[in-house]
């Protein structure tokens, strides 16, 4: 190999394909991306997070959250349950068949087969879809995370590394705005042991002037972590809005592409 | 005048020639070097004592740690790479850098650029992409500080006096090139036109592994490949494995980085899963060639000079490959995922492989190139073991305590919280293992810096010399102005 506009060309081509792949590709295939349905309804989703959350995306942004939390759901697979819906006539003979067949975090077919059985011996049977995995089994989410999360994000903060929890579905696992600016006020105040460092600097300590009504926003803070009397903590917008845009993940509905019956998760 | 002794003068002529570029290319990125290991550092203790430095919103973990991990990269890894590309090719290709006020201007607005990025990181300007933060302001001026010193490279590259080609020509000449595509990639389709949703995060990945692994990994190598028959005295063996490195190097290595199980079209991170798989291939190669040209490791690997630091550099890198490998595994990637882990592999990478690899070769170039020995000869062994010392502690107690935490969070009985405490003890370890590095890297500082001072000093006892002579008989003051060469010899 003499020349070098040959290995410029070759180069181009072998790099250029990447370029190709994971620029263009997903470009055409995301860039138009839509609003889809939630499974079974016509209802759009998602819906675009409302105005001050999305300044507190930015906020996000700005204070480098992602560093610690990520914001995707992983899920290792989905099985099924099936779930006695009418016991019909004879409800011993089902009562029979059930005490026979496996009915939770079984597959598809074990599934359809068992509804079938109990659909024979007279009795009623639908069957519910149940992720799995150790993120859905702590909490953090109903589903895994999609695309479609973030169709409205800009910019996008998956992160990429667990030093907090997830948090893709903390809007619907700890929805109290107080508490949410209590913690980030304090974090240990809520969390025993917490590794966040507290955002102190979104906040303002004032005097309550003797006589004043204390201001409405001031944060109510959990017994033993007060701050001394006659002073109160106020958060600034910009923890208000943190706050908003943490309320506003909750990546919780049924897709296409991430299937589950929302029945099945109420049950404890 | 024996052949010799015109291809020694022309040699030294040429290393003279870089000499003002690759100083302002190298103090800044050793000041770079040293702020944002002082930096992680910070950011590191605070796991330690969450309340340290939490009132100053500049000081925040989520604006420190970004900023010391750019600091690292886009101060110091990327000018330091650029300023022995510099010379690696002037040297290849026997040919005196010419117009050198175009690359010290480069390399002035590059640090610029990489002061108003890390100033936009703390004020709360960054972008939110990983290893992508630099606000416009810093990213423009970069941007093009790179072009104008790519294009200098270029033109050394293409006038060469051996037509040939040697296999740093590729690696080097490649690198060369894919840093503006990737570059200006993504800052166009995520910072100027953002695209919409999670396209975002694939062209942020695919940017991300393209510079940390692939643009450092072609410098790097690159960088070896001259270095290392250079340094022990034999060939390199072979041009051909060389060659078919470089081949399943970039046409693997460019297609990893989207990790399994992200929030995108499953095939994405088949596609990754499957390049990174594919990276055995030359990283087996690589193993092969380091044995066939140079052996396996001997006294002379840690005695602390240049060579030391290169092949401990390329034996980063190898094993760095092979972590990246093992993360692609699905089983135990599974595990790995969102932990220190990952974390782990990119310090290998940035401070085992690559910072390494330019403290070889910059120990080596940069008292030919002045024409002044190092002010502390000693205290490149010093460093050398600081270094070496600091990457083992840095990096093992993170990859050991990554799988620790990544089994905890995998059982769904374990509380999150225990997860988090488990890795206390192995980042306390990490935490000293950045404090060797910051001291290895304020020796680094203190040679390169006294050694600017000491040619400055030289430059200005020339000038004064030259202002103070008598006007000779001929009239001209030139007559008694020293000569670089007469200096360097």
Redesign the interface.
């Known amino acids: 190999?003499?020349?070098?506009l040959l290995?410029?060309l070759?180069?181009l081509i072998?790099?250029g394909?990447?370029?190709c792949?994971?620029?263009l590709a997903?470009?055409m295939?995301?860039?138009?991306?839509k609003q889809t349905t939630v499974l079974n309804t016509s209802d759009l989703y998602p819906l675009g997070r409302p105005g001050m959350a999305n300044q507190g995306l930015q906020v996000y942004?700005?204070?480098?959250?992602?560093?610690?939390h990520?914001e995707?759901v992983?899920q290792?697979g989905v099985a099924c349950d099936v779930v006695l819906t009418g016991a019909g006539k004879n409800p011993a003979a089902v009562t029979n068949v059930i005490s026979t067949l496996k009915l939770n975090r079984i597959d598809k077919d074990a599934a359809d087969a068992a509804v079938d059985q109990i659909n024979a011996a007279g009795g009623k049977a639908e069957i519910h879809i149940v992720p799995l995995g150790?993120d859905i089994?702590?909490g953090w989410g109903l589903r895994?995370?999609?695309?479609?999360?973030?169709?409205?994000?800009?910019?996008?903060?998956?992160g990429?590394?667990?030093?907090?929890?997830d948090l893709a579905g903390v809007g619907t696992r700890l929805p109290d705005a107080n508490w949410q600016l209590v913690h980030l006020y304090a974090?240990?105040s809520e969390?025993?042991?917490?590794?966040?460092?507290?955002?102190?600097?979104l906040f303002r300590v004032k005097k309550i002037k003797i006589g004043a009504q204390p201001s409405p926003d001031a944060l109510i803070f959990p017994k033993g972590s007060e701050p001394p009397t006659g002073n109160e903590v106020v958060p600034t917008e910009e923890a208000q809005e943190l706050a908003a845009y943490l309320l506003s993940l909750h990546a919780d509905v049924p897709l296409y592409d991430a299937p589950f019956t929302q029945a099945a998760v109420s049950k404890p | 005048m024996s052949t010799s002794e015109t291809k020694s003068l022309s040699t030294s002529e040429i290393d003279r020639s870089c000499c003002i570029p690759l100083l302002a290319l190298f103090g800044g990125a050793a000041l770079w070097l040293l702020a944002g290991s002082v930096l992680g550092l910070l950011a590191s203790i605070k796991f330690h004592a969450p309340d340290f430095l939490a009132d100053c919103p500049w000081l925040t973990y989520g604006r420190l740690q970004p900023a010391a991990d750019d600091a690292l990269l886009y101060g110091f890894c990327l000018p330091a790479g650029l300023g022995v590309v510099l010379w690696v090719l002037a040297r290849l290709s026997q040919k005196p850098l010419s117009g050198a006020i175009v690359p010290i201007f480069a390399a002035n607005l590059w640090h610029l650029g990489v002061l108003v990025g890390l100033v936009g990181i703390f004020i709360g300007d960054s972008t939110g992409f990983p290893w992508l933060e630099f606000p416009r302001g810093g990213s423009v001026p970069i941007f093009f500080a790179y072009l104008l010193i790519a294009l200098w490279a270029m033109m050394i590259f293409a006038g060469r006096r051996e037509r040939a080609l040697y296999p740093s020509h590729w690696f080097l000449v490649a690198a060369l090139f894919w840093f503006p595509w990737i570059y200006s990639t993504a800052n166009l389709f995520l910072v100027a036109w953002p695209v919409r949703g999670v396209g975002q995060t694939v062209i942020g990945w695919w940017f991300a592994n393209n510079l940390t692994l692939v643009w450092m990994g072609l410098t790097g190598l690159g960088v070896v490949f001259y270095f290392l028959p250079k340094l022990s005295g034999r060939p390199l063996q072979s041009h051909y494995l060389a060659l078919f490195v470089f081949w399943t190097f970039i046409l693997f290595g460019t297609w990893c980085g989207i990790p399994a199980g992200a929030p995108v079209p499953a095939w994405l991170p088949t596609i990754s899963t499957v390049a990174a798989a594919w990276l055995i291939v030359p990283l087996i190669i690589l193993v092969v060639m380091t044995w066939r040209t140079v052996g396996f490791i001997t006294s002379e690997c840690l005695a602390g000079g240049s060579y030391s630091f290169i092949r401990l550099g390329l034996g980063f890198f190898r094993l760095s490959l092979l972590l990246l490998i093992i993360m692609a595994c699905p089983h135990f990637g599974r595990v790995t995922n969102f932990t220190w882990f990952g974390t782990a592999d990119m310090q290998l990478r940035l401070y085992g492989f690559f910072a390494m690899t330019m403290f070889g070769a910059i120990y080596y170039l940069l008292p030919r190139v002045v024409g002044i020995e190092f002010p502390f000869p000693k205290l490149v062994r010093v460093h050398f073991w600081l270094s070496l010392a600091g990457i083992v502690l840095l990096v093992l107690p993170l990859l050991v305590g990554g799988v620790v935490q990544g089994l905890k969070l995998q059982n769904p009985d374990i509380a999150f919280a225990e997860s988090t405490r488990s890795m206390l003890p192995f980042l306390r370890i990490s935490t000293t293992g950045l404090l060797l590095i910051v001291l290895g890297n304020l020796l680094f500082f203190a040679n390169i810096m006294v050694l600017t001072v000491l040619w400055k000093f030289a430059l200005a006892k020339k000038l004064i010399a030259f202002v103070k002579s008598p006007l000779d008989e001929t009239g001209s003051a030139y007559a008694s102005l020293p000569r670089d060469k007469e200096v360097g010899a």
């Open positions: 190999m003499k020349n070098g290995v410029f070759a180069s072998a790099l394909g990447s370029w792949g994971f620029v997903p470009v295939q995301l860039g138009g991306q942004r700005a204070n480098g959250c992602a560093a610690c990520t995707q992983q290792s150790p089994a702590r895994r995370s999609v695309a479609e999360d973030f169709l409205y994000d800009d910019p996008v903060q998956p990429s590394v667990r030093i907090g929890p974090p240990r969390v025993k042991d917490s590794a966040m460092p507290p955002f102190r600097y």
